[in-house]
């Protein structure tokens, strides 16, 4: 895919933040890499994104005008009429209405903690929006069954995205459902398709990022280079809001499933030096690990999130996040939660599987996980203000997380009851622009593991989304070139790292505002470096 040409409604692709699952389709993305609202139920809508939803994001990505005014009408259809209702009572009912009301159109066979997040959307949105109006609403002709519908909150001119899908066997009930905030179509409407020159795609940044200030109240910082210098690096927003901190270039992010690129450069440096195979099973490496699934789960699988594994993102963890410290801790947890699929099947973003990443590369290299990647990974690549924090460890510089508690609500909230008690394996460390753009170069120069085992990390990537997973990172086409990174979304951090692969041309976006859609920025710009690089 070109993704020079995505626009419209975009802005849900991100694969680390979270969605309410449907019954039926197969989880292909994830909501968007970690953590969401109610520890006892928005925060269990996992981190999957059902196939068919993302489909149906990639479709809508590529409509290049969507307006973002007026008052369009739903079709006639099953999912048409129940989009209607659904709007009809966000407008007229109050939270205890919708709590009422909302049950009896989703199918019984929605898991119940992905029926109260959906149900907790729509209270939300009743309290928030001041109404809906309807922006826009397409199908998908290859999704039959699927609506899209933009709205737009007359209270704060706020957008959402609804992704809705009548049940085939009972067409009053909705077998799929969800609601996700989304940037203004129109952001990106005026960028070229062609490579500006630098000065101008530097103009560009600035002019949006100041318009994303302007709209979204961003925070955190932008760095660009184009892989012989750098050509923007700007931040803006508050560190810390209760004492009006201001960003700047030194401040610390939480950066989210980010880590998932670290831990996998840990494992292949560990298979670099014969400790490690990729091949080797969960139960040979994690003989501590009680699940007898364990014999037939491969390293290279558990890389790939097609270990059939779940999540560990459920009530008990956020109950007792201080048991949950180490890779160790979380063994238990993780192999009681339910599997996915078989090993070796379906993609399925899975923070459970790095997790136990994080403790073979504990057991085979006899460090502990953060020692090792700090020792291994951070110091070579000159990663000095980058590392993992528990809750109560005091971090010079390090931001403050911030959320809203829906999609249409303009107050900030502090993470402190959204996030794990300590970033690990799965994400949750923290990292600056600068650190992550000195990791781009010292993976791509091979500092951190030999040219030949890192072109054995993006062999066989399985299909996700807009393009390809590999050993932990994702990867796509843009003008004939590869974009390679990873995204990380959770509350309190909207983050990513999108390297040009050929040219060694860079972003990187740290926000201490999340989940939303500012990930898709350093796509964006991404695209117009890969179309500078396709010129050479």
């Known amino acids: 895919m070109n993704s020079v040409v ?34 006892t139920a928005a925060t269990c809508r996992k981190s999957v994104l059902p196939r068919l939803l993302a489909q149906a994001l990639l479709f809508l990505s ?7 005014a007026g008052n369009a009408t739903l079709p006639d259809t099953p999912a048409g009429r129940l989009g209607s209702q659904l709007i009809r009572h966000v407008n007229s009912d109050n939270a205890v209405g919708i709590r009422k009301w909302a049950p009896t159109i989703l199918s019984a066979e929605i898991p119940s903690a992905d029926r109260e997040a959906f149900i907790s959307l ?37 957008q959402g995205l609804l992704v809705l899908t009548a049940d085939a066997a009972h067409p009053d009930r909705l077998a799929q459902a969800d609601l996700v905030a989304m940037d203004d179509p ?26 994303l200030v302007r709209t979204n109240d961003f925070s955190g910082c932008v760095t660009v280079s184009d892989g012989a210098r750098t050509i923007f690096d700007e931040c803006r927003g508050l560190a810390e809001r209760r004492f009006n901190v201001p960003v700047d270039r030194q401040t610390k992010f939480h950066i989210g499933s980010m880590d998932k690129m670290f831990t996998a450069v840990a494992i292949a440096q560990l298979v670099e030096t014969g400790k490690l195979s990729w091949d080797d099973t969960l139960a040979l490496r ?3 690990y009680p699940d007898q699934a364990a014999k037939n789960i491969t390293v290279w699988q558990l890389l790939h999130h097609t270990s059939g594994l779940g999540d560990f993102l459920v009530p008990e963890l956020f109950e007792h996040r201080e048991k949950f410290v180490d890779p160790v801790d979380y063994l238990d947890l993780i192999a009681r939660q339910p599997k996915v699929s078989a090993p070796g099947g379906q993609w399925s973003y899975s923070n459970a599987g790095y997790m136990l990443l ?23 690549a000159g990663m000095e203000a980058s590392g993992f924090d528990s809750l109560d460890d005091v971090v010079p510089k390090l931001a403050v997380g911030y959320y809203h508690e829906g999609p249409f609500s303009d107050a900030w909230k502090a993470d402190w009851f959204r996030t794990l008690y300590r970033g690990g394996p799965a994400g949750g460390g923290y ?73 060694g041309a860079t972003v990187a976006l740290t926000s201490n505002e999340g989940p939303g859609q500012s990930w898709f920025f350093a796509e964006r710009i991404a695209d117009l470096l890969a179309a500078q690089g396709a010129k050479h």
Do not use: C
């Open 62 to 68: 590529a409509i290049p005008g969507v307006a973002s």
């Open 186 to 211: 129109g952001l990106y409407a005026h960028w070229p398709r062609e490579a500006p020159t630098r000065e101008a795609l530097a103009q560009l940044i600035r002019n949006t990022l100041d318009q």
């Open 122 to 158: 729509l209270a939300s949105s009743a309290r928030d929006s001041g109404g809906l109006d309807v922006v826009d609403a397409r199908s998908d002709p290859r999704q039959p069954g699927m609506l899209q519908v933009a709205v737009k909150a007359r209270r704060n001119a706020r």
């Open 358 to 380: 994080g403790r073979i590369i504990e057991n085979v290299s006899g460090q502990a996980y953060s020692d090792y990647v700090q020792r291994h990974v951070f110091a070579p």
């Open 6 to 39: 995505m626009g419209g409604f975009y802005s849900s692709l991100n694969p680390n933040r979270l969605f309410a699952a449907s019954k039926s389709p197969k989880p292909i993305r994830k909501g968007k890499s970690m953590f969401d609202a109610d520890p």
């Open 431 to 503: 990292s600056t622009n600068a650190d992550l753009l000195r990791f781009s170069a010292a993976l791509r120069a091979g500092k951190l593991v030999k040219p030949a085992t890192l072109a054995k990390m993006f062999d066989d990537e399985v299909p996700a989304g807009p393009g390809g997973y590999a050993a932990g990172f994702g990867d796509r086409a843009s003008r004939g070139l590869h974009i390679r990174g990873h995204a990380g979304g959770i509350e309190g951090t909207d983050t990513n790292l999108a390297i040009v692969w050929e040219t």
């Open 286 to 288: 994690l003989p501590e």
